[in-house]
Every structure is written in C-alpha cells, then in structure tokens.
C-alpha cells in the first residue's frame, strides 16, 4: 500500500520552466549593462540615482502591499525594473533625492492604485517621470551632465562638478543641425559617439549599442518580440526623415534614432507586458504610434523629448488595438465575429 | 527531416518528451492479477446492464455487460474465474462507477484465438464483430468505435487518417504497438477502408518515432492490396500534433470547422492502436480485454511497457513494478499533458487508460499561480488561435457567462496555453469553467 503522499491537480502536469520571476530579473541583467557604462559616462552619480530609485521602488511596493494587505511580492524584479527604468529616464544632474517622489507615483499609483502587476494601465516608470518633469520641470529639462572623456570618472564621486550641457535633441530644436553638428562632431564620430553612448541625455538611455544588445537577447529568449521594437524605430526614423529637416524628407534619421530615449522606450518600455497589446500586427502598429507620436512631440510640442509621453498616450490603446486585430481562430463555426 | 516535415498551422509546443523511458522497451505481458473490477462505465455514454449474477463462472473474453439503449459498448470479463461481488470502483474522471470485481482462477488455461478469414464479410458482418468485441477508441475518449464506423447516411468521406501522432510526452503504447504488430494495423485500416467503402488511408506519425515509420512503411509496401492505397506520413514533432483537427490540416490541409465533425471535411481519423483491436475483433474475434498501457515517469521502480488486462488494479500493476520512488509527486491517468491526476491507485485499467504515469517532484511544477501578466504566450501557442489569458481574466472577474465571444467551446483543453504561462495560470481549468458557465 502506497501512502497517499501524491498531490493532485489539473492537467496539464508539465510546465514550462518559465515563470514571471525569470523574465523579470533576467531584462533587468540586460538593463545592467547600460547602468555601468553610465558610471563611466556620468560618473557615480548616476550609479547612486539609480540605486535610490531601485531601492525607493522595491520599499514603496513592499509597503503598498503591506498597506493593502495583498501579498508582497518585490521577489519578482517587476519594482526593480521599474526602479531601473525610471532612473534610466531623469537626467544624471537632478539632486539625488528626486527618484523617491517619482517612485511613490511609479509605484504606488500607477501600479497599485490601478489594480497592480497586470492590470495598470500605463507603464509605472513613465508615469513617475512624466510627474518629475511636471512637479519639477527646471530639474527634469536641465540637469544634464557632458559626458567624461577620460578615466576622470573616478574623481567625481557624487557632487555635481561635472559640466552642465544641453541634449543634442535640445540643440536640434532650438538651433538646427548645424549647432548639433558644431556641438557634438560631424556626423562620422557623431553618430559613433551617440552609438556607443558618449552623449547628454537621461542617465540608461545613452548606449544605443548596450540597449539594443540587451533587447536583442530579450529576443531571443522570446522574452519579447522584434514587432514593437522595430516598428518603433522605423517610425521615428521615417517621420524625422520626413519632417525633421528644413524642407520634407531632408530630417536625420540616424541621429533622430540615436538621440533621446528612443531606443531604451523601444525595447526596455514600450515592449511593457501589461500597457503594450498582444498580436503581431496590433504590435507593430502600438510601435508605429509610438515612433509617429514621438517625432511630433520632439518637432511640434513643448519638450525636445517624446519618447516619454508618445509611449504614455499608446498605453491605454492596447486594449482597444488587442480589439481590432483578435488573433485569428483556427476554424471557428460559421458567421463567427473573429 | 524534423523540419521539413509538416505540422499544424498555427500554435503548438515542445515539451519535454521524456519518451526515453520507455519507448525501446518491447510490449510485456502482466501476468493476470488475482482479482480485476470491470468498470461497466468506460467512457461516456450509457453504463452496461450486467449479465451475469455474484458467484456465477465466467470465461476470459465473456461479455459480462451490454448497453441497450443508448451510446456505449459491451465489456467482458478479462480473466477466467467467478463474479466476487458487484459494485462500485473508483473512476479517474466519474469518481466511482458501477463495476464487477471477478476473482481469477489459477487453474484456468489462457484462452487462444484462432485467425480466420474476413475478406468476404460484409461491411455490417465486419461491423457486428467490432460490436461484439466491445471496442472504443483508445486514444482517449473512448468513442464506441461500431458508431464511430458508422456515419449517418449520405456523409461523403474520401480519407481515413490513423492517428499515430502519439504527442503527449511519455506514453509510448502506440509507438510500441507500430514496432510489434504492423501487419495487424495495416489489415484493421482495411478493414475499417471495407467498411467505409474508401480506398484512401493515411498513417499519421511524428517523426520522433522513426522505428515505427521505418516498420511501418516497409509493412505498408508489403502489404497493400490493389484496391486500397495505405500511406505513412512522418509529422512533425509538435504538440497537440494528435489532436484530430490540427492531424486533419496537417495531413489533408482540411480545416473542420466547429461545431462540425471530421466527416464533414471527408475524414475518419481513427487512433492506430483501435486499428489493431479491429483486426484482433474481426480476424481473431478476440473482445477486447487487454491493452498496451505505457507506465512511465521518473517516481516509478522500472518503467515498462504493458499488455495488461482491462480491470487490472493500478497497486497491482505498481507492485509488479517494483512499486514507486520517494519523491512520487504526482500519479496521472493518460499523458501528462491531457490526463487525469488520482487520488488513489485502486483504481482499475479501463479501455481508455493509454498511460500511467508516476511522476517526481522535479518533474511537475506545483507552484502557485499569480495574476496574468499579459506576456501573450498563451496567444502564441494556442493552435486553435484563442485567447486564454482574456478567458482566464474573465473567469477570475467572475465574468464566465461572457467568454463564449473568445471561442471557449473551440477549446479542446490541450494545455498549452497553461504549460508556457510564467504565471503558472490554471487557464485549462478557468476555460472549463468558462464553458460550464459561457451561453447559459
């Protein structure tokens, strides 16, 4: 007789080795990366806003789930990645205390408030930005740092003694190509520079090699799919091509692409699980509004950034957007509304 | 070869196969046990009026139930010896179910059957003796195969698919089967061609099981009569690859729409094991009373291939074994993908029973579920392209009356969909639900 030591349950008994747990720590590995080169970039500044943030998100989820008495679950990474994220946007320069407001809205309302992992509408580290920029727009719009050039790195443990700059998106909108140009290199180092990450911008979002790396191994662990990524790109390329220069189809695409947080929205944000809508084609045209609505921010809005907001404006069309591309059934009965 | 077979069009998953086990083990005969309950509810369908009193004799292969009205099939007592008592037993799916316990007489001689000829039988001859031998479908629902055989008049059918698919990971008592009786598979499909009056049938394997292809296909080129034309098509390894719709598209490039039935695309898809119970109903006029069960999984002593008598309790088998490991975690009726997990293993073998399966702590993922995160995999994989995540949310919202619009009743429950899910969401179990609830 065999004791009845066995569970028992429902089919299927096979599971795959995934869980939420897994995806999660593993982007937040592939965030790493762009985290140290920013060290490098912007000194250690930028490690400690970071650390802050990360540990504002995970203590600020643990007490709204204490709070609500749900269950806490800051194991899983999802307020870590937030934490990274939403350092991955705020300028290097900002005081250091400022990702604790931003991760209380991040977190607190943006997550819990709408319902928690799953259900929030949009994407919590873009919310806890898009409120910095709005409580404290001098800060969130000014406080860049030059980029290091040198090992000097070591010397510039926390204070701001680096030199305050302008991002080239800013110099672009207000001065045109050429002061881009006299300001940052012609294009051959330019676009090296901005590639690799030696650039002014928000403290993740300068390495377009890193980022794309880390996506790319997302990739193919089919984490995510290529579809919100590259349309993304294309888009904001082709409407900067179009729209970005003096007359149409004179822009830079290249530079539109490299500059601002296009390629960490892009793979890191608007590739979010829960805002960002399941199917190929409603991805690819999630990704399309993402890029289109940027390039209209950045050229016709107040802010020379629009990655932040184009992304914020595409989340609450997911559900719709799942709507109107439903995934094809494989041979539903006749007259069905599929 | 695996890629340039084909497969399904949309969907499916790779489990791990663990096929390993068992599959290069050869078919081997459970001694009959001391006592087997013979369930008179196999499957769906109507239970059987007993025939026969407590106390009274009864032969290996004697029909000991009968349906009267109704959907069922006969069964028959699967050893010699005396009716012990009649009652109840416990059912992977019902429970309990009716039953007859007979207790085996160890002087009994086995019983032999000799072939004869069928080639000049009638269709509803050869039809009467399937009747007669009590078949179901093995492959799973246990479909009374004398029905299945007999589609209401005017239905058009130019194909018949024998499923060799065998994609739940584990089992291998078809895979087996191939290897050992290929000529009695190739006569039960013309036999079942004779009925239907087609000429057309097409073997249905996954390439995993390349033994069997080989067999098979050497067999086939052995074996086939100018009037009927008997094909092997290796498909590619990919689960549900078994499942009667996606074998369909794959092979015929058909799609049966729901709520319709293969015969209304022209197909008969009948499992490969079924076709070797065909032949051993019409050639031996043998009931069916034994079957292959693969006992597999990495809790159990020495994993096999059984021939064991229908009625044989699942303890007995265990301790022919030489019982089970410690880390025993779970004991599941079927594949692990699709079957049963029990309470208890006095249950009895029934009809349908293509595995059991004991498996280790490492092998199956017990831990709690949490919200959907809305990856999509679930989307991903679901080869009759559904929505289980908005299924499961639904159900969860307590809103199952308003899931019919995601196609719930389309589900077959393959398990795919809560197989890749970070989550580890039991969206088969919210899709029941949602179907007990949905249009009502």
New interface residues.
């Given amino acids: 007789?065999?004791p009845?030591?066995?569970?028992?349950?429902?089919?299927?008994?096979?599971?795959?080795t995934?869980?939420?747990e897994?995806?999660m720590w593993t982007v937040v590995a592939c965030l790493i990366p762009s985290l140290i080169l920013s060290v490098f970039v912007f000194g250690f500044r930028a490690l400690i806003i970071a650390a802050i943030s990360t540990a504002s998100c995970v203590a600020v989820e643990a007490a709204t789930q204490k709070l609500l008495k749900r269950p806490v679950?800051v194991r899983?990474g999802s307020a870590v990645i937030t934490g990274l994220l939403l350092a991955f946007c705020i300028p290097p320069g900002v005081p250091l205390w400022m990702p604790i407001p931003g991760a209380i809205m991040a977190i607190y309302v943006a997550k819990h408030l709408l319902g928690?992992?799953?259900?929030n509408i949009f994407n919590p580290a873009l919310i806890g930005r898009a409120f910095l920029v709005a409580t404290f727009p001098v800060a969130m719009t000014s406080a860049w740092l030059a980029p290091i050039h040198d090992a000097a790195v070591f010397g510039s443990l926390g204070g701001i003694d680096a030199v305050s700059t302008a991002t080239p998106l800013y110099v672009l909108k207000h001065y045109g190509m050429n002061a881009v140009i006299e300001r940052f290199g012609a294009p051959s180092t330019l676009y090296w520079d901005f590639f690799v990450g030696w650039r002014p911008g928000c403290i993740g979002e300068t390495s377009a090699l890193l980022l794309t790396l880390g996506g790319l191994y997302l990739m193919l662990r089919r984490?995510i799919s290529w579809h919100i990524p590259m349309a993304t790109v294309l888009s904001v390329g082709f409407f900067s091509w179009v729209f970005g220069g003096e007359k149409l189809f004179t822009g830079d695409p290249v530079l539109a692409v490299l500059s601002g947080g296009v390629i960490l929205g892009a793979f890191f944000m608007a590739t979010d699980?829960?805002t960002s809508p399941?199917?190929n084609a409603a991805k690819l045209v999630f990704g399309a509004g993402v890029g289109a609505l940027t390039v209209l921010i950045r050229l016709k809005g107040g802010y020379p950034e629009g990655v932040c907001y184009a992304i914020l404006l595409m989340n609450p069309l997911s559900p719709a957007l799942e709507g109107w591309f439903?995934?094809?059934?494989?041979?539903?009965?006749?007259g069905?509304?599929? | 070869m695996s890629k340039s077979s084909p497969t399904f069009?949309?969907g499916g998953?790779h489990?791990?196969e663990s096929k390993e086990l068992t599959e290069h083990l050869p078919i081997e005969a459970m001694p009959p046990p001391e006592e087997v309950d013979i369930l008179l509810l196999q499957h769906f369908g109507s239970p059987c009026r007993v025939l026969v009193d407590k106390k009274a004799t009864v032969i290996e292969g004697e029909t000991i139930g009968v349906v009267d009205a109704g959907l069922g099939a006969s069964v028959h007592s699967s050893v010699s010896g005396t009716v012990k008592s009649i009652g109840a037993s416990p059912h992977p799916v019902r429970v309990e179910a009716p039953s007859v316990t007979i207790r085996r007489d160890p002087q009994a001689e086995p019983r032999v059957f000799a072939p004869s000829e069928w080639e000049h039988l009638s269709p509803e001859e050869l039809l009467g003796k399937i009747r007669n031998a009590g078949l179901v479908g093995l492959g799973g629902a246990g479909f009374p195969t004398h029905l299945k055989l007999s589609p209401p008049p005017g239905t058009r059918l130019d194909k018949l698919i024998l499923n060799a698919a065998e994609c739940e990971?584990y089992l291998n008592c078809d895979n087996r089967t191939m290897i050992e009786f290929p000529h009695e598979i190739l006569t039960g499909a013309r036999i079942i061609l004779r009925i239907l009056g087609i000429k057309e049938c097409h073997i249905g394997v996954e390439n995993n099981k390349q033994e069997a292809i080989w067999v098979l296909s050497r067999a086939a080129a052995e074996n086939t009569a100018p009037d009927c034309k008997i094909s092997v098509n290796p498909l590619m390894v990919k689960y549900p690859q078994g499942s009667e719709?996606q074998l369909i598209?794959t092979i015929t490039g058909r799609?049966?729409?729901?709520?319709g039935l293969p015969f209304d695309v022209g197909v008969m898809v009948i499992n490969v094991g079924t076709a070797k119970t065909i032949h051993d109903a019409v050639v031996l006029e043998k009931p069916l009373y034994e079957r292959v069960v693969t006992i597999s999984g990495r809790a159990i002593a020495r994993p096999a291939n059984l021939m064991v008598r229908i009625g044989t309790r699942l303890?007995d088998i265990?301790t022919f074994l030489g019982?089970?490991r410690d880390n025993?975690?779970?004991?599941?009726v079927g594949g692990?993908?699709?079957?049963?997990?029990?309470?208890?293993?006095d249950l009895p073998v029934m009809k349908t029973t293509s595995g059991v399966?004991f498996?280790s702590d490492d092998?199956?993922?017990?831990?709690p579920h949490?919200?959907?995160?809305?990856?999509?995999?679930c989307?991903e994989v679901?080869?009759?392209?559904?929505?289980p995540?908005e299924v499961g949310i639904y159900v969860e919202a307590g809103r199952a009356r308003d899931t019919a619009?995601f196609?719930v009743f389309?589900c077959f429950?393959?398990?795919?969909c809560?197989?890749?899910?970070?989550?580890?969401r039991?969206l088969?179990?919210f899709t029941?639900l949602a179907k007990a609830k949905a249009g009502k």
């Fill in positions: 007789m065999i009845p030591a066995w569970s028992v349950s429902i089919s299927p008994h096979l599971k795959s995934e869980s939420v897994k995806i679950t899983d928690g992992i799953g259900f984490y699980y829960v399941n199917g439903k995934p094809k059934r494989f041979a539903p009965p006749k069905a509304t599929t | 069009s949309k998953i489990p791990r990971p719709k598209q799609r049966v729409p729901y709520p303890s265990v019982g089970t025993l975690a779970r004991i599941v692990p993908m699709m079957g049963f997990s029990i309470p208890t293993t399966l498996l092998e199956i993922d017990s831990r949490g919200p959907c995160i809305r990856c999509g995999k989307v679901c080869s009759m392209g559904l929505s995540n619009q196609g389309e429950e393959c398990g795919a809560a197989f890749v899910c970070p989550a580890k039991p088969v179990q029941r």
